[in-house]
């Protein structure tokens, strides 16, 4: 004989309840077996909310009567059950109105009454399955949990007195002609013969009272997932069916939140070692999870991941804690006299504080009972009152074989440490089948998922991007991650998803990823957007290995690096204003990288993608030591002199550099010479010197009127009328055979920027195109400099500039 449960979600609806009868169908073939069934789901809440609102006078409640009673004759009718076979029904059902009206007049709704109330879920659903599977030819009865399961007097509403129960279920079962046996699951019957529950979610224990009274060869739990995962799989998305677990594994698990499992289930079938398999009733076909004795030898060693939700830590603390014998007694025993459960307790080795776990609707009446428990001693100032955190979780590592392996919690606690998660209390188990910690609860989704990544992921990282600005660059950024996610995923084990993204508009996130095919579209669907709000539902959503991308040119943007550094999310920008803008602000950005462990990488700010700040950082790190620097560093400057011929009129050349997109969009950034000054500055810092943007001497090449200027367009108008300047400048070069080049340069500790005319000869003299270079003479390379040269701007390759820098995240 087997035993089959199905939980509120299998039964949730007409659709699943057509499935239930397929699976019932082919487990009683050949053999008989007993269906335990939940309420419809979401229906006990309903009768617990119909309940409160007649306690408190609120006649809303027949409103929420009306839509239980809707749903249960709904499904009776759609699965053609007949009137008259659900007599017993309406019996409940009237009994149901009845009980909630007697509430609203009595205005009171006591334990008892609740359980009575809470009952009725089950009750009416049986009914309703029974007959649909008798409809199927299958002979099929149903037996009433009330009159089978006992339970013990005045004690734990969910404590079962196996002796009558496992009598009375015997007895029932001994000489059943019916292959089939629907019996409602969670109810029970105190010895008095009232109606009770076997406590929330108490379907499981119901059906493993049962496999353990009349030794079942297997206990099927079908429920919505198909089996007990290595995380919560609503929570962890990468969560795997765990395939066979051992009975104290599972226990385990779910004392610690796998709600999959009602935890007093397991106990009576793993004393009569029947095994539990857990099923998924939407697919049938997966194998599910087997809970059993032992489990295969080359597991991992950590089988799975657990939370608790809504904890409050209680600290009681002070000098007359040290060395006195009995005070953890009476602590304990305080909030034992007040039925308060103590989930996770820790104590520091030098006594001074004791520390408790319990549920958060416990945390005041802990606070007051301690807090009068030891009055005296908080008087006499040798104890402090109690201390009580709310808002926090418990998550925990689950395994038999932890205990063999060193190093597990090391790798816990460095995890949540680098992702910026701060760990309250720790509990470790003797028997280390369990390492908790206490976390803030807005921190449990991330923790899970780090640490689920670290123990169960084959050291694949997630790495998740916020994209801010997609122009050109930013769009050429989201083509190469669309082409390349699979070779990284594959190559590097790096799994890199876009969470959000904004333009100047609008923002638009999905926390599983965008699809990276449709951004475009998803974006125009997006909310209003601002920096803020953006930085908000960032550290809002709180993923691991989050990264910034900023592809702006905006101040306001690079003002909000330090928020997202101090909240352990990477920065990389290819915005140049963090970088060149006070000296001070530069050295704390790079100080909060280090304390929040969130890199800030900013390799394109000179030369685009070519390895020039890598570079310096290299010879830095390895001590040598920077004497000059000599560099073309603006790719919008070169191709505007490169281009800029006898003939040409100055304006026309700014104006088709603008137009294929190597200036900024205001070009007097450019021309004026303050992005390359920037850029110099930035890798005078990068090598040590403490600089400003005003120490960078610079000599504009443009006129008065140029600077003076009042917007870009005037801009251009006054590159006309001043053509002749520009023509003068060429000239002298032709005379001279030289070529006019925007040179940056750092000597002596000095930074300069201006143009200059190179002679034929000199390294900068061929430089073509958008070309950068850059000439580092150092201790090492003092004669013949070390020389980087390559594409300096363009879209592309500032993208795959930017692109490196957040693969990089991958050693981090
Ligand atoms: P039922 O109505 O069938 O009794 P429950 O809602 O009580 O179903 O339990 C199933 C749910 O348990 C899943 O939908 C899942 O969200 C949750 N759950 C929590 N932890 C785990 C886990 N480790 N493995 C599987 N499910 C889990
Ligand atoms: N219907 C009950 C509840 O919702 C019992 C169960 O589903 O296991 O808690
Ligand atoms: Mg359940």
């Not at 910034?548 to 905006?554: E, K, Q």
């Not at 909060?592 to 390799?603: D, G, M």
């Not at 801009?715 to 006309?720: A, R």
Request: net charge negative; aromatic share 8%; with cysteine.
């Amino acid at each position: 004989m087997k035993v089959l449960k199905f939980g509120g979600t299998s039964v949730g609806s007409v659709e699943n309840i057509k499935k239930v009868i397929s699976i019932v169908e082919t487990a009683s073939t050949n053999d008989s077996v007993i269906v335990v069934v939940s309420a419809f789901g979401g229906i006990t809440d309903k009768l617990l909310e119909a309940g409160k609102l007649a306690s408190e006078k609120n006649s809303a409640f027949i409103g929420v009567f009306d839509s239980v009673k809707l749903r249960h004759l709904n499904a009776a009718s759609q699965l053609n059950i007949e009137d008259q076979d659900i007599a017993q029904l309406h019996v409940y059902l009237n009994e149901l109105e009845d009980l909630l009206k007697g509430i609203f007049y009595v205005n009171e709704l006591s334990l008892r009454t609740k359980e009575r109330l809470s009952a009725f879920g089950e009750l009416c659903s049986s009914v309703i399955i029974t007959e649909a599977l008798k409809l199927q030819n299958l002979k099929a009865a149903l037996k009433n949990a009330t009159e089978l399961i006992i339970t013990s007097e005045g004690i734990k509403q969910n404590s079962v007195d196996f002796d009558v129960s496992n009598s009375n279920i015997r007895e029932y079962f001994k000489n059943i002609p019916q292959p089939i046996t629907i019996v409602p699951g969670f109810i029970a019957s105190t010895p008095k013969g009232e109606i009770t529950t076997l406590g929330r979610g108490g379907s499981d224990f119901t059906a493993a009272i049962l496999a353990a009274a009349i030794v079942a060869s297997e206990l099927q739990i079908w429920t919505d997932v198909s089996g007990m995962f290595t995380a919560n799989p609503r929570i962890v998305k990468q969560a795997k069916a765990i395939k066979s677990i051992s009975y104290q594994e599972a226990m385990e698990l779910s004392h610690f939140g796998a709600k999959v499992l009602f935890p007093p289930t397991i106990v009576p079938v793993m004393q009569k070692n029947i095994p539990i398999i857990i099923k998924n009733t939407f697919a049938p076909e997966e194998e599910g999870t087997i809970i059993r004795k032992e489990t295969n030898a080359n597991g991992n060693s950590v089988r799975g991941l657990s939370n608790i939700e809504n904890i409050a830590l209680l600290t009681l603390e002070g000098a007359g804690l040290i060395g006195i014998p009995g005070i953890s007694k009476r602590l304990f025993e305080t909030l034992s006299q007040q039925s308060i459960n103590i989930i996770l307790i820790t104590q520091a080795s030098s006594e001074h504080s004791i520390c408790i776990g319990v549920l958060n609707e416990n945390a005041e009446k802990a606070k007051l009972s301690v807090d009068f428990a030891f009055e005296y001693e908080i008087e006499l100032g040798k104890m402090n009152p109690l201390l009580v955190e709310t808002d926090l979780s418990i998550i925990a590592l689950v395994g038999d074989k932890m205990k063999n392996h060193q190093g597990i919690s090391g790798k816990m606690f460095s995890k949540l440490g680098e992702n910026n998660i701060n760990i309250r209390a720790i509990a470790q188990g003797a028997s280390e089948k369990n390492i908790s910690a206490v976390i803030a609860k807005k921190d449990v989704k991330k923790a899970l998922n780090v640490l689920h990544e670290r123990f169960f992921e084959d050291q694949r990282k997630q790495i998740n991007l916020y994209i801010a600005g997609v122009g050109n660059v930013g769009t050429k950024l989201l083509d190469q991650i669309t082409q390349q996610k699979q070779y990284l995923k594959e190559n590097l084990n790096l799994n890199i998803r876009v969470v959000g993204i904004t333009n100047s508009r609008t923002m638009y996130f999905d926390p599983d990823g965008i699809p990276l095919k449709s951004w475009e579209e998803k974006l125009l669907t997006g909310t209003a957007t601002s920096i803020v709000g953006f930085t908000e539902k960032i550290i809002d959503l709180n993923k691991r290995n989050s990264v910034f991308v900023d592809v702006t040119a905006s101040e306001e943007v690079a003002n909000n690096y330090t928020d997202f550094l101090k909240n352990s999310i990477a920065v990389v920008a290819c915005n140049k204003i963090a970088c060149s803008s006070n000296y001070q602000n530069y050295k704390d950005l790079k100080y909060l990288a280090t304390k929040y462990n969130a890199p800030f990488l900013y390799e394109t700010n000179v030369g685009a993608g070519l390895p020039i700040i890598d570079t310096l950082n290299n010879l830095m790190a390895s001590g040598d030591e920077i004497l000059k620097v000599q560099a073309v560093l603006s790719g919008s400057l070169n191709f505007v002199f490169n281009n800029f011929k006898k003939g040409d009129s100055f304006h026309d050349v700014v104006k088709q550099a603008q137009l294929e997109g190597y200036t900024e969009p205001d070009p007097r950034i450019d021309l004026s010479g303050i992005d390359v000054a920037r850029k110099i500055l930035i890798l005078a810092r990068e090598s040590g010197l403490d600089l400003e943007l005003e120490n960078v001497f610079n000599e504009p090449f443009l006129t008065d009127k140029n600077l003076k200027s009042s917007s870009v367009e005037h801009f251009y108008e006054t590159l006309i009328e001043d053509d002749s300047h520009f023509q003068r400048l060429l000239e002298s070069a032709n005379a001279n055979n030289a070529q006019l080049k925007y040179v940056a340069k750092l000597e002596n500790g000095k930074p300069s920027v201006g143009l200059e005319e190179i002679p034929s000869g000199h390294p900068f003299y061929n430089l073509e195109g958008k070309d950068n270079i850059v000439l580092f003479y150092t201790k090492r390379y003092p004669e013949q400099p070390l020389i980087i040269k390559g594409a300096g701007a363009g879209g592309d390759v500032t993208a795959s500039g930017l692109f490196s820098d957040i693969i990089r995240m991958r050693t981090y």
